[in-house]
């Protein structure tokens, strides 16, 4: 049986950037959300699911702290090949499904686009949501960017777990508040609809 990891490094090995259906050109509409955070230059950003997305460049040119974590080591390759080794990065290649890492530095952005929705087994959604409790400092922010209830039901071959607003509100529990949602098509690299939730959250003080 292919594992997880197996699965996502077969795809990026078979497929340059822009020949993968969630591949951005750019990244505004995350940028858009991030420019909503006070002082958020020159935090640190943890990227559960960095693959090989232009997102990593625009936030080193912001001057951002990355710990820059996928399931697929093909990807964080590929990803380390085309910016370069840097003080300001820490690579991870872990399932985030499963307990961190000791010694993984506390972020002040969490920031996911398509990696959640992946997550199928309530454990593993469970255990996706303990980390990212426990990564964000109180005071943080999170932005969560799946698959929305309108949305296809598979990506990549793989069935999906799509979101409401509200399950994510629910999922993130009394620790953080909804700051700003919104709904986003985004037209895959083929020219297909991609209905997309984005939902960007304050975890609390205390």
Known sequence: MTTPSQHWNTIFSAKTDPELGWYESNASQTLKFLDLIPQSQNSTVFLPGAGTSVLVDELLARGHKLILNDISDEALNKLRS??????????????ISNPLPDGIPQADIWIDRAVLHFLLEEADIKGYFTNLHSAVYAGGYVLLAEFSTAGAPKCAGLELH?????????????????????DYTFINPFGDPRPYTYALYKKRNG
Not at 162 to 182: N, P
Request: proline share 0%; aromatic share 8%.
């Open 162 to 182: 799509r979101y409401s607003v509200e399950e994510m509100t629910e999922r993130m529990g009394a620790a953080f508040e909804l700051v700003k949602h919104e």
């Open 82 to 95: 085309r910016i370069g080794m840097n003080d300001r990065l820490t690579w991870l290649h872990h399932d």
